[in-house]
Every structure is written in C-alpha cells, then in structure tokens.
C-alpha cells in the first residue's frame, strides 16, 4: 500500500511537471501535498526523494523540496559535451559492431516507438536517453555508460519540458538510422548523424511556452 501511494504521488507530480503544470522553482510543501494525497509526510517525503533522484526536484537543506529549474545555458552546455564524446563513441561502436549489438539496439529504438506512439512523456523521454547510454554499455564501456548517464540527466527536465511529439518521433527515426549506419560499419556517417541528431534534440526545445502556475491543488487536478 505505501509503495503504490508513494508510487501515484511520483506519477502525479511527474505528469503535472511534464505537462507544464508546475513551474521550474515552485515549493512543494509536504504538508500541502500530504493533504492533497490524504497520506503522511512520511510517504510524500519517500515520493520527493525518489524525484530528486530523477532530478525533476532539487532537495535543499532546511528549505524543502522545489521543482527543479535548470538554465538553457546548462542544456547547452550538456548537448557540446555529448557531441564530442558522442560523435567518438559511434565510430567506436560502427568499427566495433556486432549483429548482437544491432539487435540489441534495434529492440531498444522499437521500444521508443512504442512509447512515442502511446504518448507515453516520460518512458518516451527515459528510451530515448537511454539509446544513447546502450551503446556505450554494448561497447563494455562502463565509464563511458556513466558519464553520459550523467550528462542526459542533466538535461532531462529540459528535454521532459520542451521536446513536442513531433520532435521525439524525429529522435526515434534518427536512432534507426543512426542503427542502419553501425549495422553497415559506416564510420563517417554514423558520426555525421549522431551530430546532427543531437543538434536537432537542441534545436527542437522549444522555451516559448505558456507560463505555468505555482498552485499545488491547481497543478495536481
């Protein structure tokens, strides 16, 4: 019972983030969202944690929980870092490649499909990310895998916010393509498309939208 509460109060908050409900910076009280929820503190504590963790919220000491607020500076900052080690890593992976491997990535980007198809925000968001992390795991790159598990997070609420359907139904034909490239050991264009992809990522987050509300009750209906 208190897994599934704690689990309905992360989906909640997730959606009302993604949907642009609540604004980067908003305060989640607990006592409000423990009220809203007809839980305990405890439960909703348990809930912000495992946000954090996703970082969607920014915990800070003796302030309480805020909805997470990254710069497009950061997002910015975060994409250059990826090209460069990104554009490297798929001519590794192209003169490396394996039919496993392809296979493995081919399941992953019908996964994406899927969620991009159901409308599924948030699974869409995390498989498309995680595309990116696969390959370095396929590769037995494990520093590599954690390195760019950190950058995406970093840009995740970014990317959770801004990218439209549209833009992630590109992402997830630039990943097939980007397959079809390795499964041929094409080393020039699996790197000239894994740039221009996460160009196309960047130059799709759109930042001109509504501005959301700060209510709580109101976010969460």
């Keep these: 019972m208190e897994t599934s509460s704690t689990h309905h109060i992360v989906e909640s908050l997730t959606r009302a983030i993604v949907e642009h409900r609540l604004h980067p910076g908003t305060k989640l009280a607990e006592q409000k969202l ?12 348990q809930a912000l944690f495992q946000l954090s963790q996703n970082r969607l919220i920014k915990l800070e000491p003796a302030r309480g929980a805020f909805v997470a607020a990254p710069s497009v500076e950061e997002a910015k900052q975060v994409f250059a870092v990826r090209r460069m080690l990104e554009a490297e890593m798929a001519r590794a992976f192209a003169r490396s490649s394996t039919p496993a491997r392809i296979r493995a990535l081919r399941e992953h980007v019908a996964q994406e499909k899927l969620a991009v198809q159901q ?9 498309l990310g995680d595309f990116h992390v696969r390959m370095a795991e396929l590769m037995g790159n494990q520093v590599l895998a954690e390195l760019l598990r950190e950058l995406i997070s970093r840009c995740a609420l970014i990317t959770l916010m801004y990218q439209s359907t549209h833009a992630a139904e590109h992402s997830n034909d630039e990943h097939a393509d980007i397959v079809k490239a390795l499964a041929a050991k094409d080393e020039e264009l699996a790197v ?12 799709n987050l759109t930042f001109d939208r509504k501005l959301p509300t700060n209510d709580i009750s109101l976010a969460l209906t």
Excluded: K, W
């Design 34 to 45: 423990a009220d809203h929820f007809g839980v305990s503190r405890t439960l909703v504590r």
């Design 119 to 127: 409308e599924d925000v948030p699974s869409r968001t995390e498989l």
């Design 192 to 203: 000239r498309l894994m740039n221009e992809h996460l160009l196309h990522v960047e130059e």
